[in-house]
């Protein structure tokens, strides 16, 4: 069965600090891997996807993130925070292979420190 | 474009009634995925309709129903309402093409049984 794990249910930053918010998955075969980020009382906005290619994705907001098969994580990474990007981030994976849903993890809520 | 939406964006219901969400997909997009998201279980995948079928369910009782149009609008029905049903209750739309694999979701309808 597919699985997401998000190890840390809060993230605290200061503003300027880098951040990293973890996540390993586990499916078979080579997954399609999302970030997601939700602001309170809002839908999930799409900052970046993993599908094929360089390791390291690039998505909005300055977010990348940096797949790694051999950890089979795909963390999500900003160089300098800011107290906007306080929200509660999600990671998702979706196997290649027919019609799957997506698989979410608990999720991480980023509080950046002004 | 204009994003997915859905209606009403907030509900108030008693135990025993029974409601019904709509979601308007991006134009173009075919698949329609529901979720489930509360404080304690996370975002739980409800059901997924691909060109008016159902394409994958997830693990949530009968009372939980959907449909989808041909025109890819979709609703979900709940019956008998419980308590435990109070939830943030999330559209996502996807044009399922290769390589176009994102779910794009909607800011959410909030249900609340009271």
């Known amino acids: 069965a597919q699985s997401v794990a998000q190890p840390e249910d809060q993230v605290n930053v200061a503003e300027g600090n880098p951040l990293t918010v973890k996540c390993t998955y586990s499916v078979s075969g080579n997954p399609y891997l999302f970030w997601y980020v939700q602001y309170p009382n809002r839908g999930l906005q799409f900052l970046l996807k993993y599908i094929t290619g360089d390791n390291l994705v690039k998505g909005s907001y300055g977010f990348e993130a940096e797949f790694n098969k051999s950890q089979t994580s795909f963390h999500l990474k900003k160089p300098s925070a800011l107290v906007s990007d306080s929200a509660l981030y999600f990671c998702?994976?979706?196997?290649?292979?027919?019609?799957?849903?997506?698989?979410f993890g608990k999720g991480t809520r980023l509080s950046v420190i002004a | 474009k204009a994003g997915v939406t859905q209606t009403p964006r907030y509900l108030i219901k008693t135990r025993g009634q029974q409601v019904t969400l709509s979601c308007s997909p991006i134009?173009?997009?075919?698949?329609v995925s529901w979720y489930q998201q509360t404080p304690g279980q996370g975002l739980q995948f409800l059901f997924e309709y691909f060109s008016e079928t159902q394409r994958n369910k997830g693990n949530f009782p009968g009372r939980f129903s959907g449909r989808q149009f041909s025109n890819s609008r979709s609703e979900m029905n709940v019956s008998t309402l419980e308590l435990g049903d109070s939830a943030l209750y999330l559209c996502?739309?996807?044009?399922?093409?290769?390589?176009?694999?994102?779910?794009?979701f909607g800011p959410g309808t909030r249900l609340l049984v009271l």
């Open positions: 996502a739309s996807s044009s399922d093409r290769v390589g176009q694999e994102t779910q794009y």
């Open positions: 134009s173009g997009h075919r698949s």
């Open positions: 998702a994976v979706r196997p290649r292979s027919g019609n799957t849903p997506l698989v």
